[in-house]
């Protein structure tokens, strides 16, 4: 096992061993959704709300371990494998930070859950450009569309463009700290705008390369 991995199943091994500790103290029932100006929408039993993320963790860490091993294209992943291993810890330190501030609302403490999910969102959208930067073509990692599946030439361009227009949306995504009501679009807009660019681009890429 590789140390990413590790430091994964780690993680997730944490997450549960925090659920069982907290598990008599917490509330019947718990937060588990918030709306755009911070207010909860949505609640779960006190069971689901603390084991529901740790068991989605441990899910994705098996995804996690899968997909080098079974892409058919599983020898381009070992050219950027180190940049997916960071990854995989820092999306997997995200659910951890997302569930610990859950587990916090639930105990009594006051804050703007978006507030606090913006700096964790714009660290994970910008590492996200600099692996989608390093991405080599492969079936489950990066922006697949059947244009960049379809010619190298179109998956370079398309990811080397992708990469730097993450890496500024998770700079963007910051200034959401400026204006907390509209936090939220700060964290939306730029992202949906760069996978639909990108699908976009990505077409028009092929198009030129096939004439």
Do not use: C
């Not at 091994?13 to 925090?18: A, G, K, N, R, V």
């Not at 899968?66 to 820092?90: C, E, G, H, M, T």
């Amino acid at each position: 096992m590789r140390n990413g991995e590790i430091a994964v199943l780690l993680l997730v091994i944490l997450s549960f061993i925090i659920g069982i500790y907290l598990y008599p103290q917490m509330p019947a029932s718990m937060a588990s959704h918030w709306n755009a100006q911070g207010i909860v929408d949505g609640y779960m039993s006190k069971f689901w709300g603390l084991f529901l993320m740790p068991i989605v963790s441990f899910g994705l860490f098996l995804l996690f371990i899968a997909i080098p091993r079974i892409d058919p294209l599983k020898q381009n992943i070992q050219k950027f494998r180190k940049y997916f291993d960071i990854f995989i810890v820092i999306i997997t330190a995200f659910l951890l930070y997302m569930y610990l501030l859950t587990i916090l609302w639930s105990l009594g403490f006051a804050f703007i859950m978006i507030m606090m999910m913006v700096p964790a969102f714009a660290i994970l959208f910008y590492y996200a450009g600099i692996l989608i930067e390093n991405a080599k073509r492969n079936w489950f990692i990066g922006i697949r569309t059947p244009w960049t599946l379809s010619n190298e030439k179109v998956w370079n361009k398309t990811h080397k463009l992708g990469g730097v227009l993450f890496k500024i949306s998770g700079i963007i995504t910051l200034f959401g700290m400026l204006f907390p009501y509209y936090a939220i679009l700060f964290v939306i807009m730029p992202t949906i705008t760069v996978a639909i660019y990108t699908f976009v681009y990505s077409y028009f890429e092929y198009k030129k390369i096939k004439k």
